[in-house]
């Protein structure tokens, strides 16, 4: 049964992780672990405890001192079972090795980078890159609605699906291609003022948070949502509800902490209901639709300055107003556009754009980003 | 009716209890932008403890010292990100009603917490000390 369960995880190996930051989370590590240090375990698996919003390995690590017990950290239960892994893929008594970052505070803890069964060798909880490839596409037509707007979730009897592994998983303006990790976090610090065109104090608040590793990320300390164009770059995906009836669209997310927004496509104006958006900014904003061809405009005001809306922190403020344009060339491709104007945080108007890719017949990942499964 | 010397204390301390125990607000945007308590240590004019409300508009930081008490008006501040530096002028008045002109000059500490402070000096024609306040 082992041998089974190993020659399983080795083959599932394929998916490997390549080096310190190749694994797209839902949000950074950088805040518990220091990524510019690295440590190795070697030892036997005492418990796996496989619940949101981290699975934890914990093994006993025999040094001079002793026996010592190590947890080992990984992704979500719901990113690694979407690559196939299991709570049982390892048991108590099982020997295994582990590569991976110690924890700021010292403690015994480890983000496990690479995890393998000492015995074959074979390397276990593997989840898959950020998308990097073109994405997976067939010769599907867009799914249309009788009006002709395209569909942007699922028709009513087709099956369900959602929307998920960005071609970005990082803002930065269009033409602009500095070389980041799936996090945000600039190889190059001296990249910053090329990656948006922000104010002297937003992109000193910039350097600030790539120096300091995205280890203050409010997404990641508090649990706060990822809000404005950050909902569009997790691999837990989102997923469309389209509410033709009440002319509205739910925009669900498979990350932070299951939110949803609302796009209003019946001319509404785009305020709150005491009486406009400074008495209640939101995380998400208010959105208010329309199409224009085969694309539905949204146009997003009224945030907070609660959280970071990219995930490598470029700041923004409560003058924030997003032009989202979603379209859907082909059955399998979403293809998302934003223009960022903000004058409280740039000098000028900005644009992004990328890809998602429809999963279909998949429910949208019940990921929280406290532990659900109690 | 003549209230008792020790429930005078009450509201005072009930509004700095409320002031401790409320959490702080996080703030990602523009670093100044909020609400800030402290002190500026040695004013005779205003007393020690100070008040800071400030905005930013995106261009300029607007804002009042005291809201509510002696609405003292922000005439100039600015923030230099190189060092997070804070410079901040203001008219004011003593007791007398003479014009004072509050030069503050202060650095962001712990730029990335919710309740970063701004640490440095106040001084005006009559008197001059630490100034430390922390955002709410």
């Given at each position: 049964?082992?041998?089974?369960?190993?020659?399983?995880?080795?083959?599932?190996?394929?998916?490997?992780?390549?080096?310190?930051?190749?694994?797209?989370?839902?949000h950074?590590?950088?805040?518990?672990?220091?990524?510019?240090?690295?440590?190795?375990?070697t030892?036997?698996?005492?418990?796996?405890?496989?619940?949101?919003?981290?699975?934890?390995?914990?093994?006993n690590v025999?040094?001079?001192?002793?026996?010592?017990?190590?947890?080992?950290e990984?992704?979500?239960?719901?990113?690694?079972?979407?690559?196939?892994?299991?709570?049982?893929?390892?048991?108590?008594?099982?020997?295994?090795s582990v590569?991976?970052?110690?924890?700021r505070?010292?403690?015994?803890?480890?983000?496990g980078?690479?995890v393998?069964?000492?015995?074959?060798?074979?390397?276990?909880?593997?989840?898959?890159?950020?998308?990097?490839?073109?994405?997976?596409?067939?010769?599907?037509?867009?799914?249309?609605?009788?009006d002709?707007?395209p569909?942007l979730?699922?028709?009513?009897g087709?099956?369900?699906?959602?929307?998920?592994?960005?071609t970005k998983?990082?803002?930065?303006?269009?033409?602009?291609?500095?070389?980041m990790?799936?996090?945000?976090?600039?190889?190059?610090?001296?990249?910053?003022?090329?990656?948006a065109p922000?104010?002297?104090?937003?992109?000193?608040v910039?350097?600030?948070?790539?120096?300091?590793?995205?280890?203050d990320?409010?997404?990641?300390i508090?649990?706060k949502?990822?809000?404005?164009?950050?909902q569009?770059?997790?691999?837990l995906?989102?997923?469309?509800i389209?509410?033709?009836q009440?002319?509205?669209?739910f925009?669900?997310l498979?990350?932070?902490?299951?939110?949803?927004?609302?796009?209003?496509?019946?001319?509404?104006?785009?305020?709150?209901?005491?009486?406009?958006d400074?008495d209640?900014?939101?995380y998400?904003?208010r959105?208010?639709?329309?199409?224009?061809g085969?694309?539905?405009?949204?146009?997003?005001?009224?945030?907070?300055?609660d959280?970071?809306?990219?995930?490598?922190?470029?700041?923004?403020?409560?003058d924030?107003h997003l032009?989202?344009?979603f379209?859907?060339?082909n059955?399998d491709t979403l293809h998302?556009?934003v223009?960022?104007?903000?004058?409280?945080?740039?000098?000028r108007?900005?644009?992004?754009?990328?890809d998602?890719?429809?999963?279909?017949?998949?429910?949208?990942p019940?990921?929280?980003?406290?532990?659900?499964?109690? | 009716?003549?209230?008792?010397?020790?429930l005078?204390?009450?509201?005072?301390?009930?509004?700095?209890?409320?002031a401790l125990?409320?959490?702080?607000?996080?703030?990602?945007g523009?670093?100044?932008?909020?609400?800030?308590?402290?002190?500026?240590?040695g004013?005779?004019?205003?007393?020690?403890?100070?008040?800071?409300?400030?905005?930013?508009?995106?261009?300029?930081?607007?804002?009042?010292?005291?809201?509510?008490?002696?609405?003292?008006?922000?005439d100039?501040?600015?923030?230099?990100?190189?060092?997070?530096k804070v410079h901040?002028?203001?008219?004011?008045?003593?007791?007398q009603?003479?014009?004072l002109?509050?030069?503050?000059?202060?650095?962001?500490?712990?730029?990335?917490?919710?309740?970063?402070?701004?640490?440095?000096t106040?001084?005006?024609?009559?008197?001059?000390?630490?100034?430390?306040?922390?955002?709410?």
């Open positions: 049964m082992k041998a089974n369960r190993l020659l399983i995880t080795g083959s599932l190996g394929i998916a490997v992780f390549v080096g310190a930051t190749a694994a797209w989370a839902h950074a590590i950088q805040g518990k672990f220091d990524v510019s240090k690295n440590t190795e375990l030892g036997v698996v005492t418990y796996v405890d496989w619940r949101n919003p981290h699975a934890h390995i914990f093994m025999t040094g001079k001192g002793g026996v010592l017990n190590y947890a080992v990984l992704e979500s239960p719901v990113e690694l079972e979407m690559d196939g892994w299991k709570g049982n893929t390892l048991r108590p008594g099982d020997k295994i590569k991976g970052y110690p924890s505070d010292r403690s015994r803890q480890v983000w980078v690479d393998r069964d000492t015995a074959s060798g074979s390397q276990l909880f593997t989840a898959k890159l950020a998308k990097t490839g073109p994405l997976h596409t067939t010769e599907r037509p867009t799914p249309r609605w009788p002709g707007h569909a979730g699922s028709l009513p087709a099956a369900d699906g959602y929307w998920t592994n960005p998983t990082y803002l930065q303006e269009d033409g602009a291609n500095m070389k990790d799936e996090y945000g976090a600039l190889a190059n610090i001296e990249d910053a003022a090329k990656v922000m104010q002297p104090w937003a992109l000193g910039y350097k600030d948070r790539q120096q300091r590793q995205l280890r990320d409010p997404m990641f508090n649990c949502p990822p809000g404005g164009p950050r569009y770059q997790s691999r995906g989102i997923q469309f389209e509410d033709r009440r002319k509205r669209y925009v669900l498979g990350s932070g902490n299951h939110n949803y927004r609302i796009i209003y496509t019946d001319g509404r104006k785009p305020v709150g209901l005491v009486g406009g400074d209640n900014p939101l998400y904003g959105s208010v639709g329309h199409w224009e085969d694309t539905l405009v949204v146009e997003v005001t009224g945030f907070n300055e959280f970071w809306f990219t995930n490598g922190g470029i700041p923004h403020t409560s924030l032009t989202e344009r379209s859907r060339p059955f998302y556009e223009k960022v104007e903000d004058p409280g945080a740039f000098t108007p900005w644009s992004a754009s990328w998602l890719q429809w999963n279909g017949g998949a429910t949208l019940s990921y929280f980003c406290q532990n659900n499964r109690q | 009716m003549k209230i008792p010397r020790s005078k204390t009450v509201p005072a301390f009930c509004a700095l209890a409320l125990t409320l959490p702080v607000v996080a703030q990602e523009f670093p100044l932008k909020g609400s800030w308590i402290g002190v500026w240590e004013n005779t004019q205003q007393g020690n403890d100070v008040l800071l409300v400030m905005n930013w508009d995106g261009k300029n930081i607007s804002g009042t010292i005291n809201p509510g008490t002696d609405n003292i008006k922000i100039k501040a600015s923030l230099d990100p190189n060092g997070w901040i002028e203001a008219d004011a008045k003593n007791k009603g003479a014009a002109r509050y030069v503050i000059d202060g650095t962001i500490q712990n730029l990335e917490q919710p309740n970063r402070g701004i640490v440095g106040w001084q005006n024609q009559s008197g001059k000390g630490k100034f430390e306040v922390h955002r709410q």
